[in-house]
């Protein structure tokens, strides 16, 4: 009985993993135009890298560098983002890129990120990318342990002097884009779309930089609420749910494809998204393709609105690429030094993916006239419109920036609450 | 058992141990990727150096708990699925313990001392939970496991978002890390702390010689064979039942106790890494005898360590060591079965 | 269908268990096998009926040589065995119970089966609901189930291996019956008993075995001095009744009543003094089971006082009656007897009364080797419980009693033993009663009763009958009463 019980149980726990092991390969799909050279490996190849670590590095003159994604690397949201940068680094500089994704606690139990790292070292790399929030403290750890890596850790402030957190570390450098812009372009294209005046987001976990992003698109769909549309901000209504992570984990996270049918369900007609998948999307498609009149905006990635052209209103995306170029170059020519960088759109145009760090792509399903009022607006924002300017109350009702006052970075960057006006958690309970 | 048997099942051993390897390159050969070179990068990528041995160690320290306390509760036949939940909470405990000692000013290592104190214990609870549903409820403790498991996840998360929060931020990657001094120390430049290896060495060594060499142990092993006849030959029949969940409970509290002192400082929604269940993975394969726990968690950890390569290099999932731990198991129970049948022919 | 034996050898592992064994069993016989516990019956029918391989010689079923494979294959050449413990799946129903082992594809014709079982059952006068669920069948009834199963599936040669154990007479009566009319019909019965009375009522011819080898045959009439002499290589007889001193009460019951869910049991006043015997006799399940383990607190009266030397033990557990001198030993002997997996040293030292931490590894094997030797248990102190015979169980079972007792409450002590072994068995329950314990066991076997003990008590449905003098009672009045007649109403 036992033994029949044991061999039950390890059969499943088998079939289970088996199912899981194939399971990711076999649904990946190869990006269709890009990423040729990385996908697949032939078996026939054996690139310098697979050798054995112990052994001299690989190629002389290739700069190898690391990547450790926190979601999957095909999630057509941040880390996508990142590792499009990176082929993005390797076709222009010639280097070549190597990568962990699901560089998480649940998808990668019982290992750190720093330790991660190492095993990328160990390959090669010579700098390694921290793309998640969730990776600070173990990238500080990681650098300061290995102080002849180079370190980018994305979205972070350990070495931004005027920061809360400042250290110095000599091999680090924080970047991020000023996605405040492409929220507030999203905001504005769900005020100028949506028929309830009911505007959901979709939230990840509660930090500063969730916050400033949906205080960001907040701000924008006022403006454009307001001024294009010409509504009372009173009847605009816009609701922020949490799901408690980067994107859903079953069984630790909220389920955002729930919280998208409950948005949908209450009246909510545009989801703006700001988790690193796209259930907003395309749950909204769902619900319009069952005759609902349902919008989305995605995040992240600019290749995002694909999953549900026809309810897209438009997607904020990141743009790595340049600035990872930049930094890498430095690491390979060794000019590298620490700095922290946040930066904003080409306003020249803000989709050159040359120069932009952020970015904005129209969606199908924006109007035609919404659509100009957009180019309205972003040409408003490159000319100087900065809708972080006071008057703005946080939530509680406490005045953050008063009448005229133009908020800082560091006010901007560590909003404390979210903004009066907005509807949902400004920290957790 | 004499020599000459014992080197045939050792030979059945190592036959259960080829195929599962025959399977698994089966299906990485399916998947389009070279099984010669996926085993290369795992060997490699657990014992390529001396670091990554010694991470290999930091996971083999877990997992060795738990197996140790797995082999008490098998003895005694009972099916501890419960175990994750009880690593859960010791790490919880631990963490509880930390944060209400660390402004204390107590020094810190009696601070650490009572927190793996604290881990013990609420490890221990919590078994005792899944033994009292079982002894006085009348649970399945495979159902009761599972039960208090789930619980421990959403207590876990909810410590996480709720009361224990990160200040400002609401987000599933865990606690406010600890101050350095309350971590363990580690050996210099690895992510190995000594105290955790001798502990979980310690654990090993202690249920060797209480299943092997002590009343105690007999006992317990009475009553997971035939529990009615260990209750007409004197055993206090449930209070051994419940004896085996506490000492099982409380070493896999131990293992949340290292993963918060010496891993994560701090609490992290999936702290147990599915330890539990590898250690259930690694007592089946023993056969219930402590004196093989050792190498086979060794062999485990390697896989889980090893395997992170494969992602890496071959751009393969890294859980094909899991399809390759639960291929052995399989494997290994089969052949057993196997061998019982010739042995009842001949 | 005729049956041939040629040649057979079965070795387990160094133990020659069958040597060299040829049988010829005309078809229409009752062939009885006999033989002590371990003489190698078992060995023999298990490989006529396919469970294990020869490992030399042939069998022939009407003079054709056949490889008998596996159960199926036996089934199919016209063979089919019945088992000590019939080999069914208690919770189902008779019917669907009878189906299984039947090729008769995804979703046999239930209505059919049960026509066919019904007929059956009616010829040879088996009174069976198919709808019934087996674990309410006395083992009776499951053996009558089983036989009508078999001839179902077209077994030519019946081998019943003690069909004996735990049936009422009355139902042996009825088994004999329909055994001798399968005979004449032409089926072949092979009996596999150590019961010298049972084959001698009914067998044909016999063969007997010791030691792995035939050592003899008879023809019917039988000369029983001659078939004891051929299965034990000498003459044995039970020995004289003894009575010995009374050592002053050691066990007492006041108005003890117990209740479980098929019978009640009330008001049971019983006194039981060291050195005494009591036998408690009846149908199973009358009564008898639930009153033992009263005595030893394993069932719980529901009102009245159990003492043990004056201390009043109501209502305590198991464990403290055990303290204070009763031990109980149960029938079911690898169930809850006895812990499969461990071995005889393991069971001492399970046993043993220590408070030390470390098992003394020498002083148990020590100890193994005394209480071996002391119960002459054929086996050695590393021998798992489960590898020894079933009369070696039972002598390990009875060497963990400790030393001194008040009382010991045994059910079934020789059930399924070879009279060897049950002269063995009593000779050292007789000791401990030298020494002033008291004994009180359940038995089947009336004359085991009334041969060893003092006291009787007969159990029918729930009732208990006054103690009765055993040296003044003969089989015929306890027969009775068990069945339920000369009860004051």
Redesign the interface.
Known sequence: MRKSLLTVFAALTVLSLILSACGTPATEVPEPTEAPATEAPEPTEPPAATEAPATEPPAEEQFVFGMLLVGPYNDHGWSQAHYEAGLYVEEKLGAKMIYLDKVNPADRPGTTPDQLAEELVSQGAKLVIFNSDDMKDASTTFAKAHPEINVIMASGDQVWPDGKAYEAIPNMVNIMGRMEYGKMMAGCAAALSTKTGQIGYLGPLINDETRRLAASAYLGAKYCWTEYAGKDAADLKFKVTWIGFWFNIPGFTSDPTQVANDFINTGYDVIISGIDTTEGLTEAKKASEAGKEVFAVPYDFIGSCEEGASVCLGVPYFNWGPAYLETITAAKEGTFESNFQWNGPDWSDINNLETTAVGFVKGDALSPEASAQMDEFIAALAGGLNLWTGPINLQDGTAYLADGEVGTDQQIWYLPQLLEGMEGQSVPQ | MTKNSRWVNVGFQIAALVLALLFTSLILLAAGAPPLEAYKNIVTGAFGSFKKFSDVLVSWVPLLLVSAGLLVTFATGLWNIGVEGQITLGAIATTWALRELQDTGLSPSLILFLAILAGMAGGAVWALLAGALKTFGGVNEIFGGLGLNFVATALTIYLIFGPWKRPGVASMSGTEPFDEALHLSLFPELRLSPWALVIAILAIVFVYFLLQGTYFGLRLKAVGKNFRAAYLLGVPTWQYMMLSFLICGALAGIAGAMQVTAVYYRLIPSISSGYGYLGLMVAMLVNYQAIWAAPVALFFAALNIGSIQLPIVLKLDSSLSGVLQGMLVLFVLIVEGVRQRIARRS | MKVELRGIHKYFGNNHANNDITLNIPAGTIQGILGENGAGKSTLMKILSGF??ADKGEILLDGKAVFIQSPATAIHHGVGMLHQDPLDFPPMRVIDNFMIGHSGGLFPNRASVTRDFKLIAEQYGFSLDPDAYVDSLTVGERQQLEIIRLLWLGARVLILDEPTTGISASQKEKLFATLRTLAEQGKTIIFVSHKLEDVEVLCHQVAVLRQGSLVGEAKKPFDTKKLVEMMFGKEISLGARQTLERHGSVLSLQNVSIEDVRLKIKDVSLEVSGGEVIGLAGMEGSGQGAFLRACAGIVRPVSGHVKVRGRDLTGKS??VY?RNGVE???AAR?????????SLT??Y??????K????N?ERGLKQAQEKIAAFNIKGTPVHTIESLSGGNQQRALLS?LRDPLSAVLIEHPTRGLDIESVIYIWGKLKERCRKGTAIMFISSDLEEILQYSDRVLVFFSGRVSQPLDASTTTVEQLGQLIGGKGWAS
């Open positions: 294990i391989h198991y464990h055990k109980f030993l149960p690898l169930e809850e007897g006895l812990v499969p997996g461990l393991e069971h030292v399970l046993a043993e009364k220590s030390d931490v470390f098992i590894h963990l």
